[in-house]
């Protein structure tokens, strides 16, 4: 059975950083496309970056480009998301996912495995 812990959230202020990592158990870990989604309090959970399976290809959402970076190990099973410069509204859970297909795709549907997420807080 695949699992996905995240870790790495908290509470900051803006401007700060934060790295959230998430590890990746029970699969096949090269052989995911990984990416990062949130949920702001109220709203729907949307996409925040995504990575392909040997890292050759990444992808944002524009609000948090240059701000983030995702990264994977594929040695180590995990995917990191480096995040700078934080705003209040980047305020969320973060959640962790995985999917077999080739490209990032910024849909939650194609991702079958997912994380139980990681509070992240930005106050101002």
């Known amino acids: 059975q695949v699992q996905l812990v995240e870790s790495g959230g908290g509470l900051v202020q803006a401007a700060d950083s934060l790295r959230l990592s998430c590890k990746v158990s029970g699969g096949t870990f090269w052989s995911y496309t990984m990416a990062w989604f949130r949920q702001a309090p109220g709203k729907e959970r949307k996409f925040v970056a995504g990575?392909?399976?040997?890292?050759?290809?990444?992808k944002y959402e524009d609000s948090v480009k240059g701000r983030f970076t995702i990264s994977r190990d594929n040695r180590k099973n995990t995917v990191d998301l480096q995040m700078n410069s934080l705003k209040p509204e980047d305020t969320a859970v973060y959640y962790c996912a995985a999917t077999l297909r080739y490209s990032v795709v910024t849909d939650q549907q194609p991702y079958s495995y997912w994380g139980q997420g990681t509070q992240v807080t930005v106050s101002s």
């Open positions: 990575i392909t399976r040997n890292g050759d290809v990444t």
